[in-house]
T-cell receptor
Framework: DAKTTQPPSMDCAEGRAANLPCNHS???????VYWYRQIHSQGPQYIIHGLKNNETNEMASLIITEDRKSSTLILPHATLRDTAVYYCIVRVGTGTASKLTFGTGTRLQVTL | DTGVSQNPRHKITKRGQNVTFRCDPISEHNRLYWYRQTLGQGPEFLTY????????KSRLLSDRFSAERPKGSFSTLEIQRTEQGDSAMYLC???????????????FGDGTRLSIL
């Protein structure tokens, strides 16, 4: 699976949009981009995933660049409860049930 | 949807003892994964089941570790002769597998935190 690069930490004011970047310059054509987050003492929580097109759900939006070498997770109106470590993971999505390979993620701190 | 359930949430034991953890996946999910997470690191893959078959094991899974999923539903992870280095959070995840479903996300439980004295 392709390696991802994320900033180690970010801050965001409550009510503002949080934009979390991820670099995956060696991504292959059949690899999906997944985002998870982990709040202290809990298991990772699935947020969103995508292949080529931008995706949106009730939690977040995922913007993938046209060349697929990077992506951005957008939390449109961050709250204190969004304080967590956010993991960007690239994973093969066809033919196998491959494991998730986590990096160290981005620690997002939402402040008042 | 009751989510992935793991028991116990915490386990404290002396070095050299055996421990067993249980994972109950989301009921319709046929794939089950075990991960281990140490402080400050992301989770690391240990092993994966499709139904009752154990299809992949990480080199992290030493011969002191054994995982089972006898009826394709719940799973257990046993660690024999525990060592200090086994102290970690053990996470279980499940997903729905099948044709066209390989990109289905894994959903995690809240883990079992193991502390070795």
């Amino acid at each position: 699976d392709a390696k991802t690069t994320q900033p180690p930490s970010m801050d965001c004011a409550e009510g503002r949009a949080a934009n979390l970047p991820c670099n995956h310059s060696t991504i292959s054509g059949n690899e999906y981009v997944y985002w998870y987050r982990q709040i202290h003492s809990q298991g990772p929580q699935y947020i969103i995933h995508g292949l080529k097109n931008n995706e949106t759900n009730e939690m977040a939006s995922l913007i993938i660049t046209e060349d697929r070498k990077s992506s951005t997770l957008i939390l449109p109106h961050a709250t204190l409860r969004d304080t967590a470590v956010y993991y960007c993971i690239v994973r093969v999505g066809t033919g196998t049930a491959s494991k998730l390979t986590f990096g160290t993620g981005t620690r997002l701190q939402v402040t008042l | 949807d009751t989510g992935v359930s793991q028991n116990p949430r915490h386990k404290i034991t002396k070095r050299g003892q055996n421990v067993t953890f249980r994972c109950d996946p989301i009921s319709e999910h046929n794939r089950l994964y075990w991960y281990r997470q140490t402080l400050g690191q992301g989770p690391e893959f240990l092993t994966y089941f499709q139904n009752e078959a154990q299809l992949e094991k990480s080199r992290l899974l030493s011969d002191r570790f054994s995982a089972e999923r006898p009826k394709g539903s719940f799973s257990t992870l046993e660690i024999q002769r525990t060592e200090q280095g086994d102290s970690a959070m053990y996470l279980c995840a499940s997903s729905q597998g099948g044709t066209g479903a390989s990109n289905q996300p894994q959903h995690f439980g809240d883990g079992t935190r193991l502390s070795i004295l």
